[in-house]
Antibody, heavy 121, light 112 residues
């Protein structure tokens, strides 16, 4: 049974960066793609970007290009998402999710528990 | 700014049938990309409910069903139960510059 376990809650200052981790267990890490999705308080889901570990390079959504870096560490089966130049609007719960396949058009069948990031001065 | 539009809320009495629409465009649903649905209970992560338009993952009750036509998709819940009270999101792929995955605006289902 695949599980995704994310790092703990963070409180950050505006202008700083945050790095959230997502460790996969119970499955073949490199065979899948992973996405990052965030949810601001009381708002809907927003896709931020994804990565296919065997290809190495993360692919941020257009909105986040220049601010989001997504990497994968095969040796620890962990995916990371770093968001820079934080502003108050980045306060949200950040989820990692495993995609069903690597086609890039698929669903997300396993989700992490979420990591709350609060940006406040 | 979601590109898939859902009604903000729907409600129904226990046992009733409710449907949630998901309206897209020619760059996502209308282009033939599959639609997936997620259920999010309060304070929890989303859970995959329907994949590839009309398929249920193992463990999802057959009260939930999905369909797709043209630039829209729908999720139906028959025999509504109290535990179905949650937020529901559709998701697809979008081929425009915003790129890749897009989610619907979300629908709150209330069981009266």
């Amino acid at each position: 049974q695949v599980q995704l376990v994310q790092s703990g809650a963070e409180v950050k200052k505006p202008g700083s960066s945050v790095k959230v981790s997502c460790k996969a267990s119970g499955g073949t890490f490199s065979s899948y793609a992973f996405s990052w999705v965030r949810q601001a308080p009381g708002q809907g889901l927003e896709w931020m970007g994804g990565i296919i570990p065997i290809f190495g390079t993360g692919n941020p959504a257009q909105k986040f290009k220049g601010r989001v870096t997504i990497i994968a560490d095969d040796s620890t089966s962990t995916v990371y998402m770093e968001l820079s130049s934080l502003r108050s609007e980045d306060t949200a719960v950040y989820y990692c999710a495993r995609e069903v396949d690597v086609t890039g058009t698929t669903s997300m069948d396993v989700w992490g528990q979420g990591t709350a990031v609060t940006v406040s001065s | 700014q979601s590109v898939l539009t859902q009604p903000p809320s729907v409600s129904g009495a226990p046992g009733q049938r409710v449907t949630i629409s998901c309206t897209g465009s020619s760059s996502n649903i209308g282009a033939g990309y599959d639609v997936h649905w997620y259920q999010q209970l309060p304070g929890t992560a989303p859970k995959l409910l329907i994949y590839d338009n009309n398929n249920r993952p193992s463990g999802v009750p057959d009260r939930f069903s999905g369909s797709k036509s043209g630039t829209s998709a729908s999720l139906a819940i028959t025999g509504l139960q109290a535990e179905d009270e949650a937020d529901y999101y559709c998701q697809s792929y979008d081929s425009s510059l915003s790129g890749f995955y897009v989610f619907g605006t979300g629908t709150k289902v209330t069981v009266l």
